[in-house]
């Protein structure tokens, strides 16, 4: 499917440009598409060039954490659900441990810690895959959990509020709670149907009820908190909950006599490797994306949407927040640039700034992560990641709209 809307990007640019310049006379328009090739494909690099320390700082940490039994203890407490979810998966497996951490970085907003446990998780599961270019049944399931984007605490986007000045910047923070949510139980529901995992399954039931409970306990602790005190307290929560596992990965490999940094070093160097190999499909991916929006693609996609839901009588406050919508899939520093403009031109405290941040919030990068996961283990036949990948996004942006309207409407 990738290699397929890769394609459309390109050919949709080159129509568009061909309508400009022959019908607009805006001969312009390839000079503006050429100038985006060579920025963004610099861009896309300079990306990568950002990711390889923090990349090789958490891989080194890892191989710290499984030198020193941490990890092999973190699957061990996860095996009575993982087991279900990833049958595949044996016990104790490493996997399971790199899985969990990933998980647990992305609900709590920290995207630079989640993309290398992301990748380490990929690596794990790919020596467990019989059919190296074909993903496992395993590697759908996490890559969906993952692209769902299950948040907790969404910080940075509390951040951005706060920077612009928003007069309650933590507002999102239960809009956002339910929408994620959304998309991550849909696309856990689709995998285990398609799986054919038993979802009335006492461990695995009793853990999805177990969780809304605490997201619902989570919601309720922040919304008694002082507004002035929610990012802050969360920022701190999470900061000092990164930090105590990393001095847990140290004292663990105290304990187990290993060479703390010897190991260390090992585990960086299969970083720096994994980032050489993302390379081509960050810049292949970020291309493409950047000559779609460029070309005013995505600007029709608005219209059209404007067009449809006006004809229909529906209110069309939120059609100025769809290009956000459309590119959090696709690239989420688009998306984001796009949410940071709704607050220049629109307020940050307007409807719009508000669905905007909300449907930021709700997923995930999907097709960028799908790339990057699976080109960092050279899997080509996705199967139907994408599919329920892209199907969790769309119940995940329909809940940010709707719970919007619900928040702030």
């Known amino acids: 499917m990738i290699n397929y809307l890769w394609f459309g990007f390109f050919l949709v640019a080159f129509l568009m440009a061909i309508f400009a310049s022959t019908v607009q006379g805006d001969t312009e328009i390839w000079s503006r598409l050429m100038s985006t090739l060579f920025s963004s494909s610099q861009r896309g690099f300079e990306i990568c060039l950002a990711l390889t320390g923090v990349l090789t700082f958490w891989l080194g940490l890892m191989k710290v954490g499984e030198a020193g039994g941490v990890v092999a203890k973190f699957s061990k407490l996860i095996n009575p659900l993982f087991s279900r979810l990833f049958p595949s998966i044996p016990a104790g497996h490493p996997a399971q441990g790199s899985i969990l951490m990933n998980v647990s970085a ?6 630079n810690a989640a993309t290398p446990m992301g990748l380490k ?3 794990e599961l790919q020596e467990l895959n019989p059919k190296k270019d074909t993903a496992s049944d395993a590697m759908i ?14 910080i940075s986007i509390m951040m951005y509020r706060a920077q612009y000045h928003a007069a309650n910047p933590s507002d999102i923070f239960i809009p956002i709670l339910l929408a994620t949510s959304c998309a991550t139980l849909t696309g856990l529901i689709l995998c285990c149907i398609k799986q054919k995992i038993k979802l009335w399954d006492p461990v695995l039931l009793g853990t999805i009820l177990g969780g809304m409970g605490i997201l619902g306990g989570t919601a309720y602790f922040f919304s008694q908190l002082p507004q002035e005190k929610i990012a802050s307290y969360s920022t701190l929560f999470s900061n000092i909950l990164l930090f105590s596992v990393i001095l847990l990965f140290l004292i663990a490999g105290i304990r187990k006599k290993i060479p703390l940094f010897s190991t260390f070093v090992e585990g960086a160097k299969e970083g720096f490797q994994t980032v050489v190999t993302i390379i081509p499909y960050q810049i292949a991916l970020f291309v493409g994306i950047s000559l779609f929006r460029e070309c005013g693609a ?10 449809m839901f006006s004809s229909i009588g529906w209110d069309t406050r939120f059609v100025d927040a769809i290009p956000c919508a459309i590119l959090k899939p696709l690239n989420g520093g688009g998306a984001r640039a796009m ?11 307007s409807f719009v700034g508000h669905v905007a941040a909300t449907i930021q919030g709700a997923t995930d990068t999907t097709m960028y992560i799908l790339a990057v996961y699976f080109g960092s283990v050279n899997v080509s036949k996705m199967r139907y990641a994408a599919a329920f990948g892209l199907t969790a996004d769309f119940a995940g942006i329909v809940a940010a709209i709707l719970v919007s309207y619900l928040f702030f409407g």
Do not use: C, H, R
């Open 106 to 111: 992305n609900m709590l907003g920290l995207d």
């Open 121 to 123: 998780a990929m690596k």
């Open 141 to 154: 399931m996490f890559l969906v959990l993952n692209t769902s984007g299950l948040t907790i605490i969404p």
């Open 298 to 307: 995505l600007g029709l996609i608005a219209d059209f949407f404007q067009w």
């Open 339 to 349: 949410m940071l403009s709704i607050y220049e031109t629109s307020g940050v405290d």
